[in-house]
Structure formats: structure tokens, C-alpha cells
């Protein structure tokens, strides 16, 4: 595709409900990577695929927290049981090569939890 | 882990104008990226610059790696040039690119 595309852009959620979150990545990209954002600061790394792979989930909040890329193309970041301190805007990227490469972000998912 | 600090915080700009940024990093690093978020906050790549200096139209990036800082200039300034500006570095020891993100520098370019 033209670009890394994400979906919802935007979900609002009550407090203990599940939630799912796409990232589309440009294609052939081996590299997919999801990053949380909250509001006033810099996107901080959650987790890394290797094609199907997650080679690292280090950034991960909580357990409640899971990603999925099973055929090492679409990736789901799913969160459990939501909470108010979940709400951030959810960040996937994508880059051809696992090093020394550029990667590109896609739009972004805001997500509220009330 | 690594610090990332980036400098000003906030930046007021009339059109027309030049500005530096800067953004100073606490180790060493495989590379660092500049990226502008736009204020619909999507994030767009600048530079891929682990050393030198590259140059894009406007835009201009420096990084002295052994002194672990990167500066980004913006000449001529542009009310579309308002937005955050990020630095990402990419931390040594890890199989993977790991960016982490700077504090950010947020421009207002006003008419």
C-alpha cells in the first residue's frame, strides 16, 4: 500500500471493555512496530515484529496488553479490561529492514477510556 | 536507559523566519531520525541521519555523533511548518530498531 494505515483512528471505550486496534503496514515491510503516545509527550515503544515474530513486547504496560501479527502482514494490539490510564493515541510503524532503515508511522489510533 | 532532551520546549516563529533546534542524547546510538508531527499527529519522516549533514529543500539536519547532539534547522519558515518536532534515537545492543523519542519541540509559525 501507499502508506501505513491504522483503524479505528479514533475509539472510545468504557472502562473494562476489550478493545481491538489495526495497523495495515506498507507491504513487504518486515518490520512492524506499535508505540503508545500520551497527550504532550513522545510516542514511547510498546512492541516488535519480525515478520510474525514479536521479538520484543519490553514496553508493554501490563498483561492486559497483547499484539498479534500472525501472518507477518496486519497487526492487531488488543487491550483488556480497559482502563482510564490506557487512553493515548496508538502509534504503528513499519520499516523494510529490522535495522538502519527509516520507519513510517502511521495515522494513529486515539483511544478514551471513560 | 538513554535520555533524550530536546531544546526550546516551545518556539514562536513570524513567517519568514530561520530557527535551530536542537536535541542532545545521554549515549551512544546506531542512528538518530527527525520526524514533524503535524496537528493532526501524523508523523513524518525528516531525516535518517546517524552523522553529517543532509539537507531537504527548507530543511537542514547536522549530527555530531561523538558529541551526541543533532541540530535541525528550518529556514524561511512556513505557517505549515508548526507542529512537534521529534528526534528518535536508535539504542545500541538490540537486534532491532528501538527508537526513543525526545521531548519534543513544539513550533508555532504564525502569518
Known amino acids: 500500500g501507499a502508506g501505513v494505515s491504522q483503524s479505528p483512528r479514533y475509539k472510545v471505550a468504557k472502562r473494562g471493555q476489550d478493545v481491538a486496534l489495526r495497523c495495515d503496514p506498507i507491504?513487504?515491510?518486515?518490520?512492524l512496530f506499535w508505540y503508545q503516545q500520551a497527550l504532550g509527550q513522545g510516542p514511547e515503544f510498546l512492541t516488535y515484529?519480525?515478520?510474525?515474530?514479536?521479538?520484543?513486547k519490553s514496553g508493554l504496560p501490563s498483561d492486559r496488553f497483547f499484539a498479534e501479527r500472525p501472518e507477518g502482514s496486519v497487526s492487531t494490539l488488543k487491550i483488556q479490561r480497559t482502563q482510564q490510564e490506557d487512553s493515548a493515541v496508538y502509534l504503528c510503524?513499519?520499516?523494510?529492514?529490522?535495522?538502519?532503515?527509516?520507519?513510517?508511522f502511521g495515522p494513529g489510533t486515539r483511544l478514551t477510556v471513560l | 536507559g538513554i535520555q533524550v532532551e530536546q531544546s526550546p520546549p516551545d518556539l514562536i516563529l513570524q513567517e519568514g523566519a530561520n530557527s535551530t533546534l536542537r536535541c542532545n542524547f545521554s549515549?551512544?546510538?546506531?542512528?538518530l531520525q527527525w520526524f514533524h508531527q503535524n496537528p493532526w499527529g501524523q508523523l513524518i519522516n525528516l531525516f535518517y541521519?546517524?552523522?553529517g549533514t543532509k539537507q531537504n529543500g527548507r530543511l537542514s539536519a547536522t549530527t555530531v555523533a561523538t558529541e551526541r547532539y543533532s541540530l535541525l534547522y528550518i529556514s524561511s519558515s512556513q505557517t505549515t511548518d508548526s507542529g512537534v518536532y521529534f528526534c528518535?534515537?536508535?539504542?545500541?545492543?538490540?537486534?532491532?530498531?528501538?527508537?526513543?523519542f525526545g521531548t519534543g519541540t513544539r513550533l508555532l509559525v504564525s502569518p
Open positions: 510503524a513499519s520499516s523494510l529492514a529490522p535495522k538502519f532503515d527509516t520507519q513510517y
Open positions: 507491504s513487504g515491510h518486515v518490520s
Open positions: 515484529f519480525q515478520n510474525e515474530a514479536q521479538l520484543d
Open positions: 549515549d551512544s546510538v546506531n542512528n
Open positions: 541521519i546517524p552523522s
Open positions: 528518535a534515537v536508535d539504542v545500541l545492543n538490540t537486534g532491532f530498531q528501538k527508537l526513543v
